[in-house]
């Protein structure tokens, strides 16, 4: 019986990344049509409710799906389809809408000090057990896409709160969350890792509330004007 499955289970657990990374990289210049001309630093503002959910959703696919790609193979191989696989990532997506709303509840109009408090606050974020726990929970087996999708947003909190305060709809700052992002879905979780990336983020609040004309994106792109 083993032999018989394994076939189609070794075929969907390389199929169903494949398609995975297949959106995400679709989702990267939709991304970018869709964001043109919204790109405002710290004065970005969301617009309309369904308009920025549905931007949300297009950019976290492109964001966390490479990262998701591996949970995704487990998921596909454990319950031997295409469309567990398939499932698995929508509800993963489904989970990121929810974020996506409570971002917009949370985003109000704000300059570089209280930008820069965030992502202080983001960096301080890297060091608590509660991250520590959703990141080593984002490495595990997860039974559902709702399961795997609420670590990972427990994991990357701090992440998505930059974004949302540096420039939500800056291409810039979605690639810098998520090359750190999918960094740690991929790699253990090491003191090594993970603290120089804490620092990093505390030294860039910094940075945002002394001197904000050093850090890309708080002004408004020319494209935008």
Do not use: N
Not at 173 to 183: D, E, I, K, Q, R
Request: proline share 7%; hydrophobic share 55%.
């Amino acid at each position: 019986m083993v032999s018989v499955d394994s076939p189609r289970h070794t075929a969907a657990s390389a199929a169903a990344p494949a398609l995975t990374l297949l959106l995400a990289a679709t989702c990267w210049p939709l991304s970018a049509r869709l964001m043109d001309g919204m790109d405002m630093g710290v004065a970005t503002r969301p617009g309309p409710l369904g308009f920025f959910v549905a931007v949300w959703v297009i950019m976290m696919a492109a964001m966390m799906l490479p990262g998701a790609a591996p949970a995704v193979a487990r998921h596909a191989r454990a319950s031997g389809g295409v469309l567990a696989g398939s499932l698995f990532v929508g509800t993963y997506l489904g989970v990121w809408a929810l974020a996506g709303v409570a971002a917009f509840a949370l985003d109000r109009p704000h300059g570089t000090p209280a930008a820069g408090a965030v992502v202080l606050a983001a960096g301080a974020y890297e060091l608590t057990p509660v991250k520590r726990y959703f990141r080593r929970r984002c490495r595990e087996q997860a039974c559902s896409g709702l399961e795997f999708g609420l670590c990972c947003a427990g994991s990357t909190l701090g992440l998505m709160a930059v974004l949302v305060a540096l420039d939500v709809m800056s291409l810039f700052w979605m690639a810098v969350v998520t090359v750190l992002a999918g960094a740690q879905k991929l790699v253990p979780a090491k003191a090594a890792v993970d603290v120089p990336v804490a620092l990093a983020l505390i030294g860039l609040g910094l940075l945002t509330v002394v001197e904000p004309s050093l850090v890309p994106g708080l002004a408004p792109s020319m494209t935008a004007m």
